[in-house]
């Protein structure tokens, strides 16, 4: 027996996995219907192509390149939020009007009580913080569908967000930092030194995250796999980053318009910050065992309603800097902001990303890439000069196809025997 | 109260690590467990069989915690202690197997065995010493039927889910692992790898608890076979001192046509 065990053990650690094993171990996967964010980078590369081709340079020039990332900024920021609640299989219907309040709170504190815009848009949080607080214990607590909350608590902060800007009325947002956000760019030498403090971070995090797994002995892909990725990343940061530090104003004289968007900066800030949340911690462990077998999680001795309570509060929080995000780029919050398509492109960004509906599968990347997709049908179409009906047509087109592409990979999953 | 109790009892090894001791239960006007006895040994694999209905599981949860026995005396090493809860029976070296395995599909082996109790490092994940354990744990169980490590538990076979869920179980420097019908919805070829697995837990020296309704499996494997019946437990035997049809007869009828073993109603 003993002899066997140490043949295991030489089995298991193979101390190097080529780029031969790496590669075919991800076909092997794709194959059964692991296929991660691969179609939403295709529908980014597919219709970034088909608009080059119908649009050329409207479509490919800096100004609109910026343009793109502002109109998908916003809807990302929802999105990430809705990753955490669709991870446990729920929905939250009320996040764009969450949002909508909670930017009208921000501008009320501001103009009306003098706040600081730090304070302020913390405060902002902090309600969208209890708005979930308060639909994740009707969920969990009480027992209610999510959908029936949320669909009433969409209705409810509707009203109130009429009720606070008044019917056609606006509250304007003057303070020129939240201003800045969707309406600056950074100088260009600190947008350079924030692509290369990414850059680094991204070579770095993939080094030592291998070197741990190699000083356990553990498998480990060659060194030729993360010299590959972080060359890659470096690649696109650099060129994007390039790209935004062009001047791209049409008349220069009147004001120059160039550097990387400072949204960029909160987007990315989330994107990394959300990821380490979900897949670095104890508590994004439990996320998704919740989302997968909430019975099992339940007998593992996890908290499941504190968790779903947690992801609902962490959904509405983010829900409001998306809020905040709208109301920057309109200079103002409207009876509207948060509502119309909002939520629903969120949602479908982040199924078109790749997040299962069904729960237990997502990341916070999804929501990007998903938005990504949305914003680029919505610019280049509109740029085409198609009506807007059309453009909703093609998203619910493009949308209906993630849902049957995360439908067959999940059935050829289950063939395979796969998630 | 328990010096009524007439069954043969097997000369022990050792002194057992869990008694109990006149174990009643009742549900509202249901009568589940009479003065029900059970002696789990160390190093031993302890079958425990009987009809649908007589009260294996209500058994086995009053065990592990999930809900407390009415009256009688749990004595662990000898010791009376008291379990409110699973945590309780869990912090005693107490693990159950449900028949369900309570698995998460859409995570993969290492992080189901530690699913609830993580290991960190300054509040972050310590995936590598996971990995590595877990790979330990599975070396020195001698699983073989594992590719990697990192798959995910919907990719495995049932065989293979219930060898991560029992993998999952001895983990926690366990002392006393109860398996619930783990062969139940297995092939051939996989029973006899679980029931292996089963032999080499007592064999490392855990006391384990086998609830099966196949007679095979707990003649192959077990070192001792506990009946229950209606509520009674009639026998706790040695397996070398019963044949199988004995056995069968405790189950269905409570005692041995020949009289040997068992007591019809439970005596007191």
Request: proline fraction near 2%; glycine fraction near 10%; aromatic fraction near 6%.
């Amino acid at each position: 027996m003993s002899a066997q065990t140490e043949a295991q053990t030489e089995d298991v650690t193979t101390e190097h996995q080529s780029l031969g094993t790496v590669f075919s171990d991800y076909r092997t996967r794709v194959r059964g219907g692991d296929v991660g964010a691969l179609p939403a980078l295709a529908g980014v590369v597919v219709l970034a192509i088909v608009f080059t081709i119908l649009s050329g340079n409207d479509f490919t020039n800096a100004y609109n390149f910026s343009n793109l990332i502002l109109q998908g900024s916003a809807i990302t920021v929802f999105a990430m939020g809705l990753v955490f609640v669709l991870l446990l299989g729920e929905i939250d219907l009320s996040a764009g009007y969450t949002g909508g309040v909670c930017a009208a709170f921000v501008g009320k504190l501001m103009n009306d009580h003098g706040f600081n815009w730090v304070p302020a848009l913390l405060g902002g949080i902090v309600l969208g913080a209890l708005v979930g607080l308060v639909i994740g214990l009707l969920v969990s607590r009480l027992g209610v569908p999510s959908f029936v909350v949320t669909l009433a608590f969409f209705l409810a902060l509707q009203g109130i967000l009429l009720l606070m800007t008044g019917a056609g009325g606006t509250i304007p947002y003057r303070d020129s930092h939240i201003l800045a956000i969707m309406n600056k760019n950074m100088p260009l030498w600190l947008g350079w030194t924030f692509a290369a403090v990414t850059v680094a971070a991204f070579a770095a995090l993939g080094f030592t995250r291998r070197l741990a797994r190699a000083r356990a002995g553990l498998p480990t892909p060659t060194l030729l796999v993360w010299a590959l990725k972080s060359v890659a990343f470096t690649v696109v940061v650099i060129a994007a980053t390039a790209y935004l530090s062009k001047e791209r104003s049409r008349n220069v004289f009147l004001a120059s318009l160039k550097g990387v968007p400072i949204v960029i900066v909160i987007v990315a800030g989330l994107l990394v910050f959300l990821t380490f949340l979900l897949t670095r911690t104890a508590w994004g462990r439990h996320v998704y065992a919740v989302g997968g077998n909430a019975e099992a999680a339940r007998r593992a001795g996890i908290n499941v309603s504190r968790v779903r309570i947690s992801c609902f509060m962490m959904c509405s929080a983010l829900a409001a800097v998306g809020g905040v995000l709208l109301a920057s780029r309109t200079n103002s919050v409207n009876p509207t902001t948060g509502g119309t398509d909002t939520l629903l492109f969120a949602v479908g960004a982040a199924v078109i990303g790749g997040t299962s509906l069904f729960g237990g599968k997502g990341r916070v990347l999804d929501a990007l890439l998903g938005a990504a997709v949305i914003a680029i049908i919505t610019n280049g179409m509109t740029l085409q000069g198609q009506p807007q009906g059309r453009v909703y047509m093609i998203t619910g087109l493009v949308l209906l196809l993630a849902a049957s592409v995360d439908a067959v990979s999940r059935r050829r999953a289950a063939a395979t025997g796969r998630v | 109260m328990t010096a009524t109790q007439t069954e043969p009892r097997p000369a022990a090894t050792d002194e057992p690590i869990l008694s109990l001791r006149g174990i009643e239960k009742s549900f509202g006007a249901v009568h589940v467990l009479r003065n029900v006895d059970l002696d789990v040994r160390l190093g031993q694999v302890t079958a425990l069989v009987g009809d649908n209905g007589a009260g294996k599981s209500t058994l086995i949860k009053g065990v592990a915690g999930i809900h407390g026995f009415d009256r009688g005396e749990y004595l662990f090493e000898g010791k009376p202690v008291t379990v409110h809860n699973p945590r309780d029976a869990n912090d005693l070296g107490i693990e159950v197997v449900y028949q369900d395995l309570a698995l998460c599909d859409n995570l993969d082996v290492v992080h189901n065995m530690y699913l609830g109790r993580e290991l960190t490092s300054s509040g972050l994940l310590d995936e590598a010493t996971m990995e590595t354990r877990a790979r330990e744990t599975l070396n020195g169980l001698s699983v073989r039927t594992l590719q990697s490590v990192r798959t995910p538990v919907a990719s495995l076979s049932g065989g293979q889910r219930q060898t991560v869920a029992i993998a999952r179980s001895v983990l926690w420097n366990s002392r006393i692992v109860i398996l619930d019908e783990p062969t139940a919805a297995l092939g051939v070829a996989q029973t006899e790898q679980v029931l292996a697995l089963v032999r080499r837990l007592a064999d490392k020296g855990l006391a384990v608890v086998l609830i099966s309704h196949n007679m095979n499996d707990v003649m192959q494997v077990a070192d001792d076979i506990a009946v229950l019946y209606l509520g009674t437990m009639v026998a706790q035997v040695k397996t070398s001192e019963v044949t199988h049809n004995q056995v069968v007869e405790l189950i269905t009828a409570g005692q041995t046509s020949d009289g040997k073993f068992g007591t019809k109603g439970a005596d007191a």
